[in-house]
């Protein structure tokens, strides 16, 4: 079976820094994504992690750790505009199908 | 960049009719075509991969006679709901895999929000 899990809710100030994990058991792993998605929307692309370490992309970044089945999305520089959620999704070895953990709600206040 | 258009955006249908889903892909061939239910405040669970020109593989827990899924070309795939019940009301979504195209390679749909009353 499959287990990804996140924190339901979360919330920070505008201009800080917010990490958000997500811990996954799979049967088989090829790569870790993270998905933005506001409500009643399709998920965005945020990054891809296959590797283990730390993928950095403007204000957002992706650290992966394959042997503690963990990955975490660092946000820099909060904006309003990032209150959102946020998905983990595990991409399987067998049927490359995106198997999405539980989600995470960040709300950002001025 | 990829494009999936997802068809009607939002539908209220009445209990017991069925309501058909449409997901093409515009710019690009999509062998595969997963299918998603997102009820609010939670995230997107997986209900069926469908490839081009075979049968769906349902995940566990999904009834395959009530959500019929059809991918009869590489562009577009549908799901029908059959006899929808007021429990069936969600946003449902597509995603396309493109060979190839690695991370980048699903594209989402614009999703289907769905009402039985």
């Known amino acids: 079976g499959q287990n990804i899990d996140q924190p339901t809710e979360m919330t920070a100030t505008e201009g800080a820094i917010v990490q958000i994990n997500c811990t996954y058991q799979?049967?088989?792993?090829?790569?870790l994504f993270w998905y933005q998605q506001h409500a009643g929307e399709a998920p965005t692309f945020l990054s891809y992690?296959?590797?283990?370490g730390l993928e950095e992309k403007g204000r957002f970044s992706s650290f992966l750790s394959r042997s503690k089945g963990y990955s975490y999305l660092l946000l820099k520089e909060l904006q309003m505009k990032d209150s959102a959620s946020y998905l983990c999704?595990?991409?399987?070895?067998?049927?490359?199908?995106?198997?999405f953990g539980t989600g995470t709600r960040l709300q950002v206040f001025p | 960049g990829a494009v999936v258009s997802q068809h009607p955006s939002r539908v209220i249908c009445k209990s017991g009719t069925s309501v058909k889903i449409e997901c093409r892909s515009l710019?690009?061939?999509?062998?595969?075509m997963f299918w998603y239910r997102q009820f609010p405040k939670q995230s997107l669970m997986l209900m069926a991969t469908?490839?081009?020109?075979?049968?769906?593989?349902?995940e566990q827990g999904v009834e395959k006679d009530k959500f019929l899924i059809n991918h009869a070309s590489l562009t577009l795939s549908t799901l029908t709901v059959t006899s929808a019940h007021p429990e069936d009301s969600s946003f449902y979504i597509c995603?396309?895999?493109?060979?190839?195209?690695?991370?980048?390679?699903?594209?989402f749909g614009s999703g289907t929000r769905l009402t039985v009353v």
């Open positions: 469908s490839n081009e020109g075979s049968k769906a593989t349902y």
């Open positions: 992690n296959v590797l283990d």
């Open positions: 710019d690009f061939q999509a062998t595969t």
């Open positions: 799979t049967s088989g792993f090829n790569g």
């Open positions: 999704a595990v991409r399987d070895r067998g049927t490359d199908k995106l198997i």
């Open positions: 995603s396309a895999r493109e060979p190839g195209q690695g991370r980048y390679g699903y594209t």
